[in-house]
């Protein structure tokens, strides 16, 4: 029983990270062309460099060129008319990173754009310093996650998603698993989270009374 309610509320949790509206693993044999990409640069499918638990899959990309070369373009990505975005007015971006180089000026990141890409903004890179920015530790898996409200003045509703590593030694950088969520609206996501807590607690303890009390069938 105990399992179940676990499963339950996991079950549940999961579902109030909003609706999904991106996602890439790089596992596709048609790698980069598989319409999630709209310009890949010198960016590469290549094998997972480091397979463990943080990241157990096969593929990743990484990038053979610097700065505008090493540019990977997602295709437009529609928010807009997302309920959740609505009621919320943020997006949950989440990736795994790996990079080797530690050098100073060594950077990777994301940012994203409105059409007409004149309108920038980085979110977050590996040397800190962009809204999101940090300095994650070298040889090792990281997970990002951050929700931030999209800079809308070009074509609305809409973004591109941008990874690329500046400088350093090309190719020393790695992403897999980029999703783009919708962050639910907090007041409905508490309320969520209240009820199934309620629920659980109300049926872990008819759960522990029968127990208790004897009438637990055996077998
Ligand atoms: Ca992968």
Redesign the pocket.
């Known amino acids: 029983m105990r399992h179940f309610l676990l499963a339950l509320a996991l079950g549940a949790a999961t579902s109030t990270f909003g609706a999904t509206l991106f996602t890439e ?3 596709n044999a048609s790698g980069l062309g598989d319409g999630n990409w709209a310009n890949a640069g010198t960016a590469a499918i290549v094998a ?1 460099p480091l397979v463990n638990l943080s ?1 157990p ?4 990309v990484h990038f053979g060129g610097l700065g505008s070369g090493g540019d990977l373009f997602s295709k437009f990505i529609s928010y807009s008319g997302d309920p959740d975005f609505i009621a919320s007015g943020q997006l949950l971006l989440s990736f795994d990173f790996l990079w080797t180089n530690t050098g100073a000026t060594t950077w990777a990141g994301t940012d994203h754009q409105t059409s007409p890409f004149g309108d920038e903004q980085w979110l977050w890179n590996s040397a800190g310093g962009a809204l999101y920015g940090t300095n994650p530790p070298a040889n090792t898996w990281v997970h990002v996650a951050f929700s931030f409200k999209p800079e809308d003045s070009g074509n609305v509703g809409t973004i591109v998603l941008k990874f690329e590593q500046n400088s350093g030694t090309p190719g020393t950088s790695y992403f ?2 980029i999703q783009l969520a919708a962050v639910p609206e907090p007041s409905s996501l508490a309320f969520l989270s209240l009820g199934i807590s309620a629920l659980a607690i109300r049926l872990y303890s008819r759960c522990s009374k029968s127990n208790r009390t004897g009438h637990r069938k055996l077998g």
Do not use: K
């Open positions: 693993s790089f596992e997972n990241n899959s096969a593929n990743v897999d698993n």
